[in-house]
């Protein structure tokens, strides 16, 4: 089990699919400033303290798209009340140096070194991931790592109720509101919402099919602000605690 503080609340994480790196979002919501950095991992998917990249202090009104091969891309909004965005911005995310802006651009895939964005209309080309330069179709040549995102079950779901009875069932804690529920081939994994002492908390639940418990944590007081409950990469259940903590969990 490994804990890693980070100096404002957590809002997204983001493994990369080619490279052990973690592209993680974070804002200061009374400061009005958001930041993107990158976690250098091993080969495992445990993060190395020691070798910290630098935050990079983006604007407020950004979408962070992901981490590829270390390069972190975000959308840009000009105008806010517009939910287009204007423009595709590319960062090192090792050196926290801008790479390149490519305005008009919307983000659709990455597929190794290469960029599918939508630029005019219907209109797809493919941009270079390090130059943002038009270039042409090419067969990846990197293999890419599966990340486990889990399942959404917001209420009214047709599954949810199973769901909570299991929760109920292994827990003894009653959930309410919606699951993120993820299978694992040995493992289930499961984020909930419960009531303890009139205070709504949100657990982070891992349980074998057979029904044992590997590990049982609280994740927050109240309702999370952040967009990412848990993945799983690496051979790693990849999370946050408490927002500030991203935490990593090693299963098989």
Request: with cysteine.
């Amino acid at each position: 089990m490994q804990r890693l503080p980070l100096p404002h609340p957590i809002y997204k994480i983001s493994p990369d699919p080619y490279e052990p790196y973690l592209g993680i979002e974070f804002r200061d919501s009374e400061q009005r400033k958001a930041y993107v950095q990158l976690v250098t991992c091993d080969e495992n998917g445990q993060c190395i303290p020691d070798q910290v990249n630098p935050a990079v202090e983006v604007p407020w009104w950004i979408n962070f798209l992901g981490c590829f091969h270390g390069i972190l891309l975000c959308h840009s909004f000009d105008n806010p009340e517009v939910p287009r965005p204007t423009a595709l911005h590319a960062i090192d995310g090792r050196t926290g140096q801008p790479l390149w802006t490519v305005s008009g651009a919307i983000w659709q895939e990455t597929v190794d070194q290469m960029i599918s964005v939508q630029v005019i209309e219907e209109k797809n080309i493919f941009l270079d991931l390090r130059t943002g330069m038009q270039t042409t179709i090419s067969s990846p040549t990197n293999l890419k790592t599966e990340i486990g995102i889990p399942r959404h079950y917001p209420e009214g779901n047709q599954y949810l109720n199973a769901l909570q009875k299991l929760i109920r069932y292994i827990t003894e804690n009653q959930p309410i509101g919606a699951c993120d529920y993820l299978e694992l081939p040995l493992l289930i994994i499961i984020s909930y919402y419960f009531y303890e002492a009139d205070k709504l908390k949100n657990n982070l639940l891992i349980v074998t099919k057979t029904g044992q418990v590997q590990w049982h944590e609280s994740l927050f007081l109240g309702e999370a602000q952040g967009h990412t409950t848990f993945v799983n990469w690496r051979h790693q259940v990849i999370y946050i605690k408490d927002q500030v903590y991203l935490c990593c969990y090693a299963v098989s």
